[in-house]
């Protein structure tokens, strides 16, 4: 992964490009549509708005060079440790390793907030 001023970095992996930052308000309609194709019970619009408006979270999206959303992951943070709230991946980009990367990026920002413990619940 090569970073651009560590602060839009990019990732490319088997001729796949993302380009991976932060979440911000406008993606929440398009991170919802991939949330509701992906979970049977998946969160709202108004779950990820409450979720951004926690500094302390790290919420990402990856884009396409066509800037459609491949994947998204989210990390409640609270002191030195986080919990992975959901990670999804477009059907149409699977398995080019974009789910990889957006892992990846959240673990190193993670990181270097200092977060030395992350939990994944699974249902």
Known sequence: MRRDNDQDPV????????????????????V???EAQNFSMPWSEKGFDDA?????????????????????CGLYAST???????VAVSEKVRRQG?????????FYRAKERG?????LEVR
């Open 115 to 119: 977060i030395k413990k992350i939990f």
């Open 52 to 72: 951004l408006k926690q500094a302390d979270n790290i919420f990402l999206v990856a884009r396409t060079q066509d800037g459609t959303i491949a994947a998204y």
């Open 32 to 34: 919802a549509v991939l």
């Open 11 to 30: 990732a490319s992996k088997q001729g796949s490009n993302v380009r991976i930052r932060r979440m911000s308000p406008a993606d929440i309609p398009e």
């Open 80 to 86: 030195d440790e986080g919990e992975i709230t959901n």
């Open 98 to 106: 974009i789910g990889v990367a957006v892992m990846e990026e959240l």
